[in-house]
Structures are given as C-alpha cells and as structure tokens.
C-alpha cells in the first residue's frame, strides 16, 4: 500500500485549503483512513479520520473548521481545510489502516501566516 498526499502549502490565517490523499497497491474493504499533523517540537497528533462507512471523528481544535471526506471508488481521501489559524501550522500525514496495520503517506506541509 502506497499513499500520496498533496495540497499543502502557504496561506494567510482566515483562508482554506484542501489535502489529498491517494491510496494505491492492495487496498482492501473494511480500512479507515485519518489525516496526522506534526507541528515543530510537537507529537503527532490525530486531526481527522473516516471509515469505509464515512463516519467522522474530528479532534477539537478542528470541529466546524475542517471536514474530511472519502471517494472510495477513487481510493482517494480529502481534508478541506477552511478557517485556518496560525496553529495548524504543520507537516500534515495520511494514514491508512487496514487489517490491523497502519500505512502512512509522506507529509505535506501547511503553513498559516498570522
């Protein structure tokens, strides 16, 4: 399993933009997907993640601001990203687990000038 993630980039506090993660190799029904972020001098942290069945788990800090969503026939998965603060500033990771184990994308990173 292979994962593609792409849409990073820089953006002035207030603005939006929208990730992309595309899946590819053996791709199985039954995953879940998520989106990761990693400020500098940060842990990683859980921001959003969706199942096959598109049910949505959001951390706090991104409720009513970031929505993620999934094309299933496309293996691709999104992160629109509105609103954004300074805060999210980070390396943002896809990540895909299926049959118990996790696969990650490279990061892209999302920078939100003040």
């Known amino acids: 399993v292979q994962l593609q993630a792409s849409g990073g980039g820089l953006v002035q506090a207030g603005g939006s933009l929208r990730l992309s993660c595309a899946a590819s190799?053996?791709?199985?029904?039954?995953?879940?997907m998520g989106w990761y972020r990693q400020a500098p001098g940060k842990q990683r942290e859980m921001v959003a993640s969706i199942t096959s069945g598109g049910s949505t788990n959001y951390v706090d800090s991104v409720k009513g601001r970031f929505t993620i969503s999934r094309d299933s026939a496309k293996s691709t998965m999104y992160l629109q990203m509105n609103s954004l603060k300074p805060e999210d500033t980070a390396v943002y990771y896809c990540?895909?687990?299926?049959?118990?184990?996790?696969?990650w994308g490279q990061g892209t990173q999302v920078t939100v000038s003040s």
């Open positions: 990540r895909l687990d299926q049959l118990l184990r996790p696969y």
């Open positions: 190799g053996r791709i199985l029904s039954g995953n879940s």
